[in-house]
């Protein structure tokens, strides 16, 4: 595919921001371009318009992608309920609800099938498809079934940037770890790292940067400083009547999307992140 991947060192480093700005950020230059999450674990839904169910947080990547949300970019979503039982979400349409043991039994089969059948329609329908990944890709007790991270970049063989949270601390060991429990062949897809959230002048992380890049022989292609925004958040505390909105509840974003975009814009390198798109860039 054409695109690329943006996985975390950890879960809230920001990942569901970047996308929504590259999306905007890369439509605003003339391109489709359309965001995508394998697998989501979240209660915070909305609607499609033809009534199907997917995260709010892809619903909002879409219109700042100017494309119309679809369950194609959110096929499968794991909803969390009590006493660990979780209801299992498949295109949009309710399955079933069971614990975490059964799904991997019944249906990661069926799961890798579906997300590799929506990743091949957005292949066909954009220019560019802006993967998402979920938590941390190196839970090792999780990683052999794990249908949200490198497993699908693997699908869709793109590359990946990597993004760390710098405004709680740990970043530099964050980033080194990650990259140590991969795989060589999975390490090998890692094309770009991205500090996220930082406070400050940017130029005072100038020792920080070049320490990573030459530790890890992989460019930092921005330090992103933090931003407030209005978005909703996937996996914040939920008021059950917001559930499952309609998608045109986030038609009034568009000038959160540009700020977003903007301000990304200003913090990357935007060169090389169309080069890792294209797969030209250099394999480490």
Same mark, same amino acid.
């Given at each position: 595919m054409k695109g690329m991947m943006i996985q975390g060192t950890a879960s809230n480093v920001g990942k569901s921001l970047f996308t929504t700005a590259l999306c905007r950020l890369f439509a605003n230059k003339g391109y489709t371009v359309a965001p995508f999450k394998a697998q989501n674990m979240s209660n915070r839904t909305v609607q499609t318009e033809?009534?199907?169910e997917i995260s709010v947080a892809q619903a909002q990547q879409a219109k700042a992608a100017n494309y119309t949300p679809s369950v194609l970019m959110n096929p499968i979503i794991l909803?969390? $309920?009590e006493n660990h039982q979780t209801k299992?979400?498949?295109m949009g349409e309710a399955m079933r609800t069971m614990d975490g043991g059964d799904y991997q039994q019944t249906y990661y089969h069926d799961a890798r099938q579906t997300i590799q059948a929506a990743l091949s329609q957005l292949d066909q329908a954009v220019d560019f498809t802006f993967l998402? $990944?979920?938590?941390?890709p190196v839970e090792m007790n999780l990683k052999d079934c794990d249908l949200a991270n490198m497993a699908v970049a693997e699908m869709a063989d793109v590359s990946v940037i990597l993004v760390a949270d710098i405004d709680k601390? $740990?970043?530099f060991a964050s980033i080194v770890g990650t990259l140590a429990l991969f795989t060589q062949k999975e390490?090998?897809?890692v094309k770009g790292l991205v500090i996220n959230k930082f406070h400050g002048d940017v130029s005072s992380f100038a020792?920080?940067?070049q320490w990573l890049e030459d530790y890890t022989g992989i460019p930092v292609l921005g330090v992103i400083p933090y931003i407030d925004h209005d978005l909703v958040e996937e996996d914040g505390m939920i008021d059950v009547s917001?559930?499952?909105a309609h998608t045109s509840d986030l038609t009034d974003k568009d000038a959160t999307y540009e700020k977003l975009a903007g301000h990304l814009e200003a913090y990357i390198d935007v060169e090389k992140l169309l080069s890792i798109m294209l797969g030209e860039a250099h394999v480490y």
């Open positions: 033809d009534g199907k909803k969390p $309920g299992v979400v498949f998402e $990944g979920a938590g941390s601390g $740990g970043a390490r090998n897809r020792s920080g940067r917001t559930l499952e």
